[in-house]
């Protein structure tokens, strides 16, 4: 793989705590992976392919840590709603409309677009029930060159007819895509997704749990969104403790790379159980506030040392930008300052920037920063529309585009050290 350089301002975190920024700086790509920024290029680089972006941000690519493809195409409606009426009135009847493969074709290429053009990286994503629409989606996403999780969703109760296999069924469909995606992908992974433990019996969620422990699969589900949700499993399991433990004893919290979205109102034995498995939390601000699920102390939980990042939510989300997302984290967290905690600070623009980046990027390994040995995923961003202010740092230009411009285009994109075609 090619050596090169890519020039501009250079925006990332090491760490939560700060934002590291380079003007003018060089960032070296050497076999897919970071080689470091320099201010200069060293000698040991001179000669190699410089891509020089002239007065444009560079920032890592950013990550989302949940949403769902099949909702994309009702984004924005339904925002008056809670949850669970949410999903029997919109959600439910979308999915399963992904019965039709060629409805599937035009939907998910929609997504996917938007998805490959936005400043986005790499994902976790919702499919269906549907295997024949899960493949269209997956084909399409390895086309893309974005690096992706998708999940088959499961669901053998408390769903509609069209939406619910049976348990059996949920568990063969299951077991034979993990094993087909084994050689069918590169940047495409599956991932075993349990749509929520009301949707799943203990029986499927402990055979799927044994799939991804067989297979090596990471999981992905939903987790205390909403309080009416919480009780509701708490009626279906009255033997176990938490919300939680219901994953945990089926083999779904922790025992491979798991992400939960939301945990808005985990218990501090929840918050301890999470930390010590190390579950990934897709905090997703936009649809906790649509949904009016509440407000996720998640100021706590990166002080905690959880390990924490951000997911749009599409279509509880009513947008695919994780720029919007980073501050729809800040302006959550000061409402949580100002109505549950006033000694918690705010979110900053470096939490914001680090969960987007680096926090969720664990997921995949050493990704979300420019440090050395990081996989080199790198958006510019052009900002010139609202750069009208000349004395701005570029940060102060960053956090600008994160406010006044978050639907931004990626003016260059690359992941794992390959140019994506836009």
Known sequence: MDTFAVKGHVIYTKTKDEVTVTENAYIVCENGKAAGVFPSLPERFRGIEIRD????????????????????????????????????????????????????????????????????????????????????????????GLVTYVGKVN??????????????????????????????????????TPRFVPSCTGELMRSIGGIAEQYGVPVQSHLSENAGEIAWVKELHPEIASYSRVYFECGLFGHVPTVMAHCIHLSEEEMELAQQRGVYIAHCPQSNTNLASGIAPVREMLQRGMRVGLGTDVAGGFSASVLRAMGDAIQASKLYTALADRSRPPVTLSEALYMATKGGGGFWGKTGSFEPGYEFDAVVLDDSDINDAAELTPLQRFERVVYLSPEIRADAKFVKGVRIKL
């Not at 938007?114 to 919702?126: D, N, P, Q, S, V």
């Not at 993990?178 to 940047?187: F, I, M």
């Open 155 to 192: 669901m053998d109760r408390n769903a509609p007819d069209d939406l619910r296999e049976t348990t059996h069924e949920s568990y063969e469909s299951t077991l034979a895509w993990v094993k087909d995606c084994a050689s069918r992908y590169v940047n495409t992974k599956p991932i075993i």
């Open 53 to 144: 972006f002239g007065d444009k941000l560079i920032i890592p690519g950013l990550i989302d840590m949940h949403l769902h493809a099949p909702q994309y195409a009702f984004r924005g409606l339904g925002m008056d709603m809670e949850l669970i009426p949410w999903l029997n009135t919109y959600a439910f009847k979308e999915e399963a409309k992904y019965a039709d493969t060629g409805y599937a074709q035009k939907k998910y290429r929609a997504f996917c677009d938007e998805l490959k053009t936005g400043a986005t990286t790499r994902a976790a994503i919702f499919a269906t029930i549907h295997m024949p629409a899960t493949y269209i989606l997956m084909d399409m996403l390895e086309a893309s």
